[in-house]
């Protein structure tokens, strides 16, 4: 996914992170202002979100460009949640552009999106886990199924995470790994080589740039985590 946001907050519709913004993941699929890889975001595109009395997240993903999809801003519109995930895609070269290898990836209450690109090589070497297998060839979808074997192993999302992205970058060193991860009430984040902005404002949002021109969009630094709960947010270098 090369460009992804994330809300945590007072319960609000998809479309607070695709078409209503200025610069929405509507506008960044065909204008994104600060991408460095890939010039658009037009192989697809996802979200996924929290419904009451539903322990698992809805996804729903795409493998169209999301401005093709009719059905997209009334749904985007409704689908309201606290804890929201969007992400459009600019496939890597050599991976596949389907609908399978498109975030949200989800496993249990867990969404997974990835900015980036890796050597599936690398993520071979990290320890096997009890999780699902990779939905797809997708590097993306690899990336998923390591950080959700670990989760289903008991880890801790923050640990969980960084570990996944500490370990792959060694096996990688030319990984880019920007996570973003859900869970319902919480929201675990990295950069490791491409952009991630945080605001704050009545509740977190995430994006891999800004989403409109507002004041209090901080660039988070490259290499860090951020943890975002209902607590409040920490950033750690990892
Ligand atoms: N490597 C991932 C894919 O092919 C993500 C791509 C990206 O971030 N541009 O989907």
Known sequence: MCRHAAWLGPPRPLSSLIGDPEHGLLHQAYAPRLQR????????????????????????RRSVPIWADANLPGLAEVARSGCLLAAVRSATVGMPIEESATAPFTDGRWLLSHNGRVERDALLSLPAGPGPAPGSPCDSAWLAAAVFARLRAGTPVAEAVARVVTETARADPEARLNLLVCGGSEIVATAWGDTLFSHIHEGVLLASEPLDGRPGWRAVDDRTLVVASPDGVSVTRI
């Open 37 to 60: 890889y890939g010039t658009v975001n037009a192989d697809g595109f996802g979200m996924g979100w929290y419904a009451d009395g539903r322990a698992e997240p809805v996804r729903y």
